[in-house]
């Protein structure tokens, strides 16, 4: 039991739920204290020692019902079928297999189990010969129909296939019964072998694509053509959800130092004059924090239309874990979308702000007018700015003083630009002006860059 | 909910004996517990493992624990967690103000002790043997943690909402969580004679480290289906007709399906048939739900929102 405890452990692990040796060794010793009389008993106590959230939750549940299947040991239905026929044919015949076909299929075990319908031996044999197969290393789903054929040919299907080869090579159609009861058994062998092929690829491969399938996204260029695939676009949406959880997670530990202090003799013996000279009260060093704030600034005009649902979507991400945080977006005007964002869920935000002021022509001049008028006020020294845009300006006025002006009263400025830097001086793309104004200006093509950006941001700009 | 004489007697004399026994004991205490939860529950008191209760808020985690506490009738010991909390206020704190004073009225007394010394070393040698006096027991103020682990016939630690505390505080957790110990500078390790039976609740504010997670047993109270949550608010609300009882859990059960900010959860069922006991209703009319609409929803947008629904919802059933 333990090894076949093991084996679920790993199944586990490949579908996403860490499994620690530590939970392990805790996995069996409650399963030792419920025992395995009890399904729904036997998996809560595991669930309750191996599943750590309630996603985890989710996940043990189906891989507890796939590897834990109830049909597993059901027994080939073609063995009895086979027999059937042979009795209905005969009709004297008996119920067990024939001297001679024993005879015939001596040498091969498995031509005898199946002649026996010796369901047991079967499953066993594929137990033995999918761990020599390697079965449970299944990777792709495309591996599938040659780890069936290994499968079938560890249990010793070849000897099979002799042995029909032979039967019906026999003189008089001898043989004939036996081949085709053989055959019959064959063929659902087949499908044994092929379900549980399948049930050890939804086993151990289906995380792993899963993560295959992140991995590229991550990398993938945003403002390429048409953008993120429409299917991948939940996937998305979970990703930049756990990208900024994390950032943010990472960014209120920093704001937690300040509670931690030495003790304040000068403070404590101020206070103590108030009980003649006795340190009664003790002060603690605090280290002021200033609150940090992020204006963040998107474009979604129409050169960076691919990008923009998706700057968007990190936009409100951010929104959602970052206590102060202003954003703007813009493409012929700028508006402000805090509210927008506070009052709908994730889609709808993005629709409307699209559908506000997207997909115009881009003035950059005008917009940054338009913020310095309405909301430079909202700059200060503690004050991030970070611009989500490609610096094309459709050769209108970059207005360059008011960038300069928002650069000189801000704590830094972070410019991201979805365009590979060589394209920055190309066309009306008015980049390398505006970078002299930054603090950073930076390529950010893909998710996994952004995420390496802005936690870079937070590190070094955004005050602690 | 009145269960059987021999039943209860069995639980009653070993709530911790099987999970069957554990689910009655605690309907014996008014807390209709789910298979799920009571395995749980059962395999950290097996295990000695502290148990990390989660799900949204109002499903009755801290309910859970205060449950427990009077099934096997020990004594229930309650750290709430926020941010900022540290060791000084979970663990012990030395009382200055009494070490202060005693220092200072003990001054002259310490005069005469040191008077006689020949010279300056022996004095010090003295005063090194009376130093540690101001360390000791009586100036020590335990906090939760460690008067849960002072309590010698054990009892039920509830770290309540974990997810509030700093990442340093949960990494300090680890050594009581694990081995029941805690170690203070001045005094040495101290551990538990009998281990607490320690719950962590969290709403999830954030991610949990793996360290912590690790050493806990977990489990998910999810929002119950119909059946449990009439078991429940029929054991909660004594006297509430059936009927009611059924009418409104259904009719919380459909707010559930739809898009709220806020999902009314257990507690809020709870107090809605309360409120509506107290309003003497025997069923749910369309006039009565608006009226105690805000029971059950918190935010002014959701009550917004169901309130023209308010009849459609009622006669979908």
Same mark, same amino acid.
């Given at each position: ?299 979604? +005009? ?69 913020? +310095? ?36 009263? +801000? ?54 | ?213 690790? =050493? ?44 709220? =900010? ?11 048939? =309360? ?7 025997? +069923? ?34």
């Amino acid at each position: 039991m333990q090894h076949t405890l093991e084996q679920f452990f790993r199944a586990l692990r490949a579908s996403d739920v860490r499994v620690s040796p530590a939970e392990a060794i805790d996995a069996s010793r409650a399963a030792a204290v419920v025992g395995y009389a009890d399904r729904d008993l036997f998996r809560d106590a595991l669930c309750a020692t191996l599943a750590k959230s309630s996603d985890e939750v989710a996940r043990f549940d189906a891989v507890f019902e796939t590897f834990f299947a109830r049909d597993a040991a059901r027994p080939p239905a073609s063995p009895s079928r086979s027999e059937e026929e042979s009795q209905s044919e005969g009709g004297a015949q008996d119920e067990g297999p024939s001297e001679a076909d024993m005879a015939a299929a001596e040498g091969s075990p498995l031509a005898q189990a199946v002649l026996q319908g010796d369901v047991a031996a079967i499953q066993q044999s594929m137990e033995s010969a999918a761990a020599r197969a390697g079965v449970s290393e299944i990777r792709l789903s495309t591996q599938r129909s040659r780890l069936t054929r290994r499968l079938l040919e560890e249990m010793g299907l070849e000897e099979i296939e002799r042995i029909i080869a032979n039967a019906r090579r026999l003189p008089g159609g001898e043989g004939e019964g036996l081949a085709d009861r053989l055959e019959a058994a064959r063929r659902g062998l087949f499908e044994q072998a092929q379900a549980y092929v399948a049930r050890q690829h939804d086993l151990y491969a289906a995380g792993s694509a899963r993560e295959l399938r992140e991995e590229r996204l991550a990398r993938k260029q945003l403002n390429a053509d048409g953008g993120v695939d429409p299917v991948d676009y939940e996937l998305m949406a979970a990703l930049v959800k756990k990208m900024a959880k994390r950032l943010a997670a990472k960014y209120s530990r920093r704001r937690h130092v300040a509670h931690k202090g030495h003790l304040d003799v000068r403070k404590t013996l101020r206070r103590s004059l108030a009980y003649g000279g006795v340190p009664f009260d003790i002060q603690f060093k605090v280290k002021k924090v200033d609150k940090p704030s992020i204006v963040a600034i998107c474009d979604v +005009s129409k050169s960076v239309a691919a990008a923009a649902q998706f700057l968007l979507t990190f936009l409100y991400s951010l929104n959602e874990v970052v206590d102060r945080l202003e954003a703007f977006a813009f493409s012929g005007r700028l508006i402000s979308v805090n509210d927008i964002l506070d009052d709908h869920g994730v889609e709808q935000a993005i629709f409307k702000v699209l559908q506000e002021i997207g997909f115009q022509q881009t003035d950059y001049g005008r917009a940054l007018q338009d913020f +310095s008028e309405q909301h430079l006020d909202k700059l200060d020294r503690r004050t991030t700015v970070i611009v989500l845009g490609d610096g094309r300006s459709n050769f209108a006025d970059p207005r360059l003083d008011l960038m300069k002006e928002i650069h000189d009263r +801000s704590r830094a400025v972070i410019w991201l630009n979805p365009e590979p830097e060589s394209y920055w001086a190309q066309g009306d793309s008015v980049m390398y002006r505006y970078a002299r104004f930054c603090h950073v200006a930076k390529q950010c093509g893909t998710l996994e860059q952004l995420e390496r950006i802005i936690d870079d941001v937070l590190r070094s700009y955004v005050p602690h | 909910m009145t269960p059987s004489p021999t039943a209860a007697n069995a639980a009653a004399a070993d709530p911790l004996g099987s999970v069957d026994a554990l689910i009655e004991g605690l309907g014996s205490v008014g807390y209709i517990a789910s298979r799920r939860i009571a395995t749980a529950l059962f395999m950290a008191a097996k295990l000695q493992k502290p148990i990390l209760v989660e799900g949204s808020a109002g499903v009755g985690k801290t309910e859970l624990a205060l449950s427990t506490a009077a099934l096997l009738g020990l004594p229930l010991i309650r750290m709430q967690c926020y941010e900022g909390l540290d060791e000084s206020k979970a663990l012990y704190e030395w009382k200055y103000g009494k070490q202060l004073l005693y220092t200072q009225i003990l001054k002259d007394r310490m005069g005469e002790q040191l008077a006689d010394a020949p010279d300056m070393e022996a004095a010090m040698d003295r005063l090194h043997g009376m130093g540690d006096l101001f360390f000791s027991e009586p100036f020590l103020e335990p906090r939760p943690l460690m008067k849960a682990l002072r309590e010698d016939d054990g009892c039920v630690l509830l770290i309540d909402e974990v997810d509030k505390s700093d990442e340093a505080f949960e990494a300090f957790l680890l050594e009581v969580l694990s081995a029941y110990q805690v170690s203070v500078p001045e005094l040495g390790v101290l551990k538990a004679k009998t281990p607490p039976l320690v719950f962590l609740t969290s709403n999830n504010v954030r991610d949990l480290g793996d360290a912590l997670k690790r =050493r806990c047993l977990h489990l998910h109270i999810p929002l119950p289906e119909a059946a449990l949550e009439e078991r429940i608010v029929a054991s909660r609300v004594p006297g509430i007709e059936a009927k009611l009882t059924r009418e409104l859990v259904g009719f919380v059960q459909s707010l559930r399906t739809m898009d709220l =900010r806020k999902s009314p959860s257990i507690s809020e069922t709870v107090d809605w048939a =309360r409120a509506l006991v107290l309003l003497h209703a025997d +069923s749910l009319q369309p006039e009565l739900v608006r009226e105690t609409l805000n029971v059950i929803l918190k935010f002014e947008q959701d009550i917004a929102a169901i309130e023209p629904q308010v009849v459609e919802l009622l006669h979908r059933r």
